[in-house]
């Protein structure tokens, strides 16, 4: 079974401040994903990696694919309270298309 | 509708009854996937839907759950003689029809909150 491990599960600082979400795993992935979910929706897709060593950016996100595509790490540049929310990440196994593995999430909150 | 919708929104029952999720996918999505999500918890895949293709219940906790597709529209979930443990969102996402890749984004309904006491 392939997992996928993100640390840290909460964080909580202060709106300004820089932080970095891990997504984890010893297994490769073709692709892996980013997902944000605010209370009371489903999650929302934020970005697709898919080859190792990939950068993207979505304003003050910065994504990046591992280089083994093992791992990815979620940047955010100062934090604003609108960033608040539940990101997962989630991968795409090699065999298997489109069945997703997710991780369990990382809980943001943003302080104002 | 524009999205994926999911009824009910919340779900109250008792222990033993039987529950039905209803999922409406995007028009034209091919692909509808079912997750449930415990409180605090990242998403647990628990049966994927292809076209005609035989379903993908690899997922699926035990005998109780069930699902249930017609076409490529309106799927049902449908747990028998609930459990507490089963208590948890269950959320429905469909996609477009995908490459090899897989790298078809999945576009996810709001979620059933099913509580059973």
């Known amino acids: 079974t392939q997992l996928l491990e993100q640390s840290p599960q909460f964080l909580s600082i202060q709106e300004g401040e820089n932080l970095t979400v891990y997504c984890n795993s010893s297994s490769v992935f073709s692709s892996l994903q980013w997902y944000r979910q605010e209370p009371g929706e489903g999650p929302v897709l934020l970005v697709t990696?898919?080859?190792?060593?990939e950068v993207k950016k979505l304003k003050r996100l910065t994504f990046q694919f591992g280089d083994a595509r093992k791992d990815s790490s979620l940047h955010i540049t100062a934090a604003q309270p609108g960033d608040t929310g539940l990101y997962l990440c989630a991968g795409e196994p090699l065999q298997g298309a489109q069945k997703l593995v997710f991780g369990q999430g990382t809980r943001l909150t943003i302080n104002p | 509708g524009a999205g994926v919708s999911q009824s009910p929104s919340n779900k109250v029952t008792e222990k033993g009854k039987d529950v039905e999720l209803r999922c409406d996918p995007i028009?034209?999505?091919?692909?509808l996937y079912w997750y449930r999500q415990r409180l605090g918890q990242g998403l647990e895949f628990l049966i994927y839907f292809q076209g005609n293709s035989a379903p993908d219940k690899s997922g699926l906790p035990s005998d109780r759950f069930s699902a249930e597709r017609t076409g490529e529209s309106v799927s049902t979930l449908t747990i028998q003689r609930t459990q507490q443990e089963d208590s948890a969102v269950y959320l429905c996402?469909?996609?477009?029809?995908?490459?090899?890749?897989?790298?078809?984004?999945?576009?996810f309904g709001p979620g059933t909150r099913l509580l059973v006491l």
């Open positions: 990696v898919v080859t190792g060593g």
């Open positions: 996402a469909s996609s477009p029809i995908g490459t090899s890749g897989g790298q078809e984004t999945q576009y």
């Open positions: 028009s034209g999505h091919t692909a």
